[in-house]
């Protein structure tokens, strides 16, 4: 009995001394890998990158290493005190656009949505202005481009709110990136602090605003919340040995996912209910990156994309059917104007190192907007562009 008992407590001393070594070995290294991460030592460089510890699209510390990293100080920010920022066109505050004086008693186009919408093509190249030096369009509409980079559709909504009341029976192409649906989680982006939405029951509550202008103020304020870089590198780094089930697991995927659609779910309603209820005839829009056109749902051509990403379209899918919501999908229309086996994604993006639309792409789709809105209005249809499908 006596030798069992004198047997356990060896085992038992073991088993402490191999976990205090294994702790004090975990500690050691993560002091060592802050301090070369955090120091002012050049061989620690490569160390220095927010996508090795945190998601773009999930994380709010992503965007606070990016600020360390970078140390931006946010001096291409045009400040808003609800909606973040806004672009040049568009003015902080009263949200107004200084093409608007040139509607000129035509039928207004109201075009929301982020950078896709934007468009990084001379203006001549972007939706608006393609539509409206076309003369079958001109003559009875005039599309206001509100699209602003880096927005998710929690901004665009808002902007979608405070400009809508301004226009007499607009369209309204409410657009967003399959990506936004990701961004409305996070509390700040590319360029600084952004408002969110929580969902309380049924309906929204907005929060971070006003949103704090002073950037250096709010990275003391909400600070990294990293506990330990060396298991978030782990975890997050592509070069990380662990099996990709078990990384996902550290990373809280499915967590983070089912907030997303629980926060995009809300908001895409509200959009529609406000649309709905004010009668107006509207478009939900989503583009996608043109890698995605021809690919299997689920899949990313050689592997590119992230595995939080593809859930995007079957949630809008289920989503736009359930609730009858028009819609269009900017990758079906680039399908419809190619073929399978020749289709190069690289020919509808800017450059090889930008893969924003060029020209091409945003040619397609506006002709493919331009049918739709002339059909309904023909058709005298006041409640929406769209008919109920996928188009």
């Not at 780094?237 to 099996?243: A, D, E, G, Q």
Request: include cysteine; proline fraction near 4%; charge should be positive.
């Amino acid at each position: 009995m006596q030798q069992h008992d004198s047997v356990r407590k060896r085992l038992i001393l073991w088993l402490a001394l191999v976990t205090l070594g294994a702790f004090l070995a975990f500690l050691v290294t993560e002091l060592c890998l802050r301090l070369m991460i955090f120091g002012n030592f050049q061989f620690g460089q490569f160390l220095r990158h927010a996508s090795f510890y945190a998601d773009g699209s999930s994380d709010d510390d992503y965007w606070k290493l990016v600020y360390l990293f970078s140390s931006r100080n946010g001096s291409e920010r045009h400040y808003d005190r609800l909606l973040g920022w806004v672009n040049h066109r568009i003015s902080a505050c009263y949200y107004t656009h200084p093409k608007e004086s040139e509607i000129d008693g035509r039928v207004p186009v109201l075009l929301y949505g982020d950078s896709w919408a934007e468009c990084l093509t001379p203006s001549a190249q972007c939706f608006d202005g393609i539509l409206n030096s076309d003369p079958r369009f001109r003559k009875r509409f005039y599309m206001i481009n509100f699209g602003i980079s880096a927005y998710g559709v929690d901004q665009i909504f808002l902007l979608y709110q405070a400009t809508v009341d301004r226009f007499q029976n607009p369209i309204v192409i409410f657009s967003f990136l399959d990506d936004d649906l990701d961004r409305s989680v996070l509390h700040l982006r590319d360029f600084g602090p952004k408002p969110f939405f929580n969902v309380k029951g049924t309906s929204l509550e907005l929060n971070g605003t006003p949103v704090e202008e002073d950037l250096s103020r709010f990275f003391d304020q909400h600070p990294v919340q990293i506990w330990s870089y060396l298991y978030r590198m782990a975890s997050f780094c592509v070069k990380s040995p662990l099996p990709g089930w078990l990384k996902a697991f550290m990373r809280g995927d499915r967590e983070k996912v089912k907030k997303k659609k629980e926060v995009a779910r809300a908001i895409l309603l509200s959009a529609e209910h406000d649309l709905r209820k004010r009668g107006l005839r509207h478009l939900f829009l989503v583009f996608e990156e043109t890698f995605k056109a021809w690919q299997p749902p689920g899949d990313f051509l050689n592997g590119v994309g992230r595995e939080t990403a593809r859930w995007h379209k079957p949630f809008l899918e289920d989503l736009f059917a359930d609730r009858g919501i028009p819609h269009m999908w900017a990758t079906k229309v680039i399908e419809q104007n190619t073929e399978k086996l020749s289709y190069d994604w690289q020919k509808f993006t800017l450059n090889p190192r930008n893969n924003h639309p060029n020209y091409l792409y945003n040619r397609l789709v506006a002709e493919q907007l331009l049918h739709r809105i002339l059909a309904e209005t023909a058709a005298g249809n006041n409640s929406s562009t769209a008919r109920q499908t996928s188009d």
